[in-house]
């Protein structure tokens, strides 16, 4: 669940009517070095994101393994502007750290908005305004939750002054 993160493989041999044979030694490798690395004891580290084969090689064959490292969320942050006009949209960016303390790349939180009639957020958090009035806005992932409170502004319309004819004056 973080980068970083061990775990201990086994391996056991069998002869080939599957009865365990005993005293066998295995030495491990990592085949997706970029994944997961595995020590010559074979303990698995979590290097970054993704599935890795680590391969377990005995005298008489060797078998694989697929190792998954999928880091979770352990801390959760949004950021943002503090206001978005009626009519206007803003993005805001969430950011996911694991337990090891390490960032995760490119984190996709559920979004939702306290009120959508204030505003709505979509699924890459960007945020449309709709009406005058605060509104908060919630990123969820992996249990962690984080909230940015904004402010929807009224738009000013455009002030027209000018003859009596109503014509606009730029």
Same mark, same amino acid.
Do not use: K, M
């Given at each position: 669940? @973080?980068?970083?993160? #061990?775990?201990?493989?086994?391996?056991?041999?069998?002869?080939?009517?599957?009865?365990?044979?005993?005293?066998? !030694?295995?030495?491990?490798?990592?085949?997706?070095?970029?994944?997961?690395?595995?020590?010559?004891?074979?303990?698995?580290?979590? %290097?970054?994101?993704? &599935?890795? &084969?680590?391969?377990?090689?005995?005298?008489?064959?060797?078998? #694989?393994?697929?190792? &998954?490292?999928?880091?979770?969320? +352990?801390?959760?942050?949004?950021?943002?502007?503090?206001? %978005?006009?009626v009519?206007?949209?803003?993005?805001?960016? @969430?950011? =996911?750290?694991?337990?090891?303390?390490?960032?995760?790349?490119?984190? @996709?939180?559920?979004?939702?908005?306290?009120?959508?009639? %204030?505003?709505? %957020?979509?699924?890459?958090?960007?945020? #449309?305004?709709?009406?005058?009035?605060?509104?908060?806005? #919630?990123?969820e992932?992996d249990?962690?939750? =984080? +909230?940015?409170?904004?402010?929807?502004?009224?738009?000013?319309?455009?002030?027209?002054?000018?003859?009596? !004819?109503?014509? &606009?004056?730029?």
């Amino acid at each position: 669940n @973080a980068v970083g993160a #061990t775990a201990q493989l086994s391996a056991s041999g069998a002869d080939q009517y599957g009865n365990p044979v005993t005293g066998p !030694t295995f030495t491990w490798q990592s085949l997706d070095a970029g994944v997961v690395t595995v020590s010559d004891a074979g303990l698995a580290e979590a %290097v970054a994101n993704g &599935r890795g &084969r680590v391969v377990a090689t005995a005298e008489e064959g060797t078998d #694989t393994a697929i190792v &998954r490292v999928q880091q979770v969320a +352990a801390t959760l942050a949004v950021t943002g502007p503090d206001s %978005v006009d009626v009519g206007a949209s803003a993005a805001l960016t @969430a950011t =996911a750290v694991d337990s090891g303390g390490t960032t995760i790349p490119d984190p @996709a939180p559920v979004w939702s908005s306290s009120l959508d009639a %204030v505003a709505t %957020v979509d699924g890459d958090g960007v945020v #449309t305004g709709v009406a005058p009035g605060p509104v908060d806005v #919630t990123a969820e992932l992996d249990g962690e939750t =984080a +909230a940015v409170a904004l402010t929807i502004r009224a738009t000013t319309p455009p002030v027209v002054i000018g003859p009596a !004819t109503g014509r &606009r004056i730029a």
